[in-house]
């Protein structure tokens, strides 16, 4: 029997054969599906209004710069709620500068006398006048100091005398770090 084929076998098979390729092309055209419905059809420029108008779906760039710390932060996104509804005019007035750039792309900017988000956190550690004191910002920020404190430099150990030497000040990323150095400040004010 393991020779001979019988007429059966030979549609039996031919319909496995056919299903198979039927589910495999089903397979890849889900794919496509999938896919197409994840990345979607690219979004169309949003249209440019000669009065500077923008509309819910216009791309916006926004862009602040600090010039404390110099840094410039941009955030680009479509329909962004605090300018979406708004002619440029309008904008104007919350102090924005606005102007369009390329396919319905609008750029707002604007400078902050503050300093950036990143930099609002840190903190320094220099000497002012006779003393030790605390600055706002990352080291060599320009300001008044924030604290003076009854620590003289020259009596801290050698390894804070030379930080202070080498960098002009010890810089602290957060407001925990400070703490923590304080601290020991004070631990050494006590011996």
């Known amino acids: 029997m393991r020779g001979i084929r019988l007429p059966g076998m030979i549609k039996i098979r031919n319909i496995w054969l056919l299903l198979t390729i039927v589910i495999f092309f089903l397979a890849v055209f889900m794919a496509f599906l999938v896919i197409k419905s994840l990345f979607g059809a690219p979004a169309?420029?949003?249209?440019?209004?000669?009065?500077?108008?923008?509309?819910?779906?216009?791309?916006?760039?926004?862009?602040?710069?600090?010039?404390?710390?110099?840094?410039?932060?941009?955030?680009?996104?479509?329909?962004?709620?605090?300018?979406?509804?708004?002619?440029?005019?309008?904008?104007?007035?919350?102090?924005?500068?606005?102007?369009?750039?390329?396919?319905?792309?609008?750029?707002?900017?604007?400078?902050?006398?503050?300093l950036c988000p990143e930099d609002a956190q840190k903190s320094y550690l220099a000497p002012y006048q006779d003393r030790l004191a605390i600055f706002h910002g990352p080291l060599g920020t320009a300001g008044d100091p924030l604290e003076i404190l009854a620590v003289k430099p020259e009596s801290l150990p050698e390894s804070w005398r030379q930080r202070l030497a080498n960098n002009g000040g010890v810089e602290f990323q957060t407001p925990e770090e400070l703490l923590s150095a304080l601290e020991s400040l004070d631990e050494l004010k006590e011996r």
């Open 44 to 114: 169309l420029p949003a249209q440019r209004d000669k009065e500077g108008f923008v509309s819910p779906g216009t791309m916006v760039r926004r862009e602040i710069y600090y010039p404390a710390c110099q840094h410039l932060e941009v955030f680009c996104a479509a329909g962004l709620e605090e300018f979406a509804g708004k002619t440029f005019a309008e904008i104007t007035q919350d102090g924005w500068c606005v102007f369009w750039e390329g396919d319905g792309l609008a750029v707002a900017f604007r400078e902050s006398g503050r």
